[in-house]
């Protein structure tokens, strides 16, 4: 077992002892489930079905146009009551489908286990993968049959599952691989056979030797499956540091993992992929971790598409007092929401409450030219330029510095002795950016 990694980053507290030796439990079902459309990359999904209509569980509900896309199923059988705009943990407000629950527990009538699953080409798998509506689940939500797809010119020589989970207070992929090894592992034998290639590695953090060892049995004896135990180092999870950590090659400035032969996926991911091509089920549930000194009971959660964060925190025990704010997501890489009346979508790893609490508003203070954040950057890029630009609304020349190139990790803001808020800046850079490419592509 090999141990690598990149280069910045930085070393952050975990907070993770009160949830990761918790084992997963199923969340309550609600009385409603509100599906969002859109929880993918790509083209969002237009309702197949109407208000008033009945439907099962795993029934297709959503689908979209183009390939870059993935359907979305019903996470319970019940009536739909609604078609409506609401609240999406991404911080957006997109069209949901609001089901109630008629507790009945059907299942859409071709969902049934597979007889030789392991006998499906290639072609079969990736089929089946974007029928079950599965999305990249560490919270980047791309359409997973998509990055299984052949590329002319390009051939993927590793398969690497992301089981790092460097977040702070995130456990669920923890869970996932002390819980569901063998799925994660089968998963990844039907990964590697969609996009043809012999080897596949799991990357796992050393924070986490129980699932090391786990992982390591449970892909004991498979030909060209290997666990790699990588140094604790956030964002060691982010697909470029992972590849380069786990394979030694750089993906190139806006290329993707597969110009230098890698495909990554997540070890949720890969459980949802084994589920869908064994059991015929679609991606209607997730594992969620639900943290924070806010929150009186922390939990990790097998929980449904479309289930209120407000339903998992009563069933956590409820807030321990006045909240400070909400995160869906990590505190990284997450984002702050304003209601608790927000569902949980594909990529939904967690949910992290923080009590309120008596401090000192921080203040942006004059950058004292440490070049901390130039250290801490994985993708070596110079934060304080690119703030220095955004503030000057120079967004062409941001983008000559890279702007685009930022994954949003937050390691520079991290270490900023100053309390520059750099990573609002280079989002705004992007943003920016983005939209004046978009609109001359459009002219």
Known sequence: MKKGTFKGGVHLPGYKDVTQGLEIVTAVIPDKVYIPLSQHIGAPCSPIVQVGEEVK?????????????????ASVSGKVVAIETREHPGGSFVPCIVIENDRREEWEETIKPRSNPRDLSPEEIRKIVFEAGIVGMGGATFPAHVKYSPVEGKKA???????????????????????????VVAGLQYIMKAVD????????????????????????????IEVMSLPEKYPQGSEKQLIYSCTGREVPVGGLPLAVGVVVS?????????????????????????????????????????TLFSDLIEQSGGYTGEIEKIVAGGPMMGKTVYTDSVPVIKGSSGIVVYKKKEQEVSKERDCVRCAKCVDGCPQFLEPTTLVKL???QQWEEAEKNY?????????????????????????RAKQEITAINRAKANK
């Open 57 to 73: 569980k795993g029934q297709k509900i959503g689908e979209g146009k183009g390939f870059v896309t993935a359907p979305v199923h």
């Open 157 to 183: 020589e590793v398969v690497v599952l992301n089981g790092v989970e460097c977040e702070p207070y995130i456990t669920s992929d923890h869970r996932v691989m002390l819980e569901k090894a063998e799925r």
């Open 197 to 224: 290639c012999g080897k596949g590695v799991i990357g796992i953090e050393d924070n986490k030797p129980d699932a090391i060892e786990v992982m390591e049995k449970a892909a004991s004896g498979i030909p060209g």
């Open 266 to 306: 997540n070890v949720g991911t890969s459980v949802a992929v084994a589920e869908a091509i064994e059991e015929g089920k679609p991606l209607i549930e997730r594992i969620l971790t639900l943290n924070g000194d806010g929150v009186k009971s922390p939990a990790n959660y097998l929980v449904r598409v479309g």
């Open 390 to 392: 955004a503030k000057r």
């Open 403 to 427: 702007a685009l190139n930022c994954i949003e990790c937050g390691s520079c803001e991290y270490v900023c002795p100053a309390g520059i808020p750099l990573l609002q800046y280079i989002r």
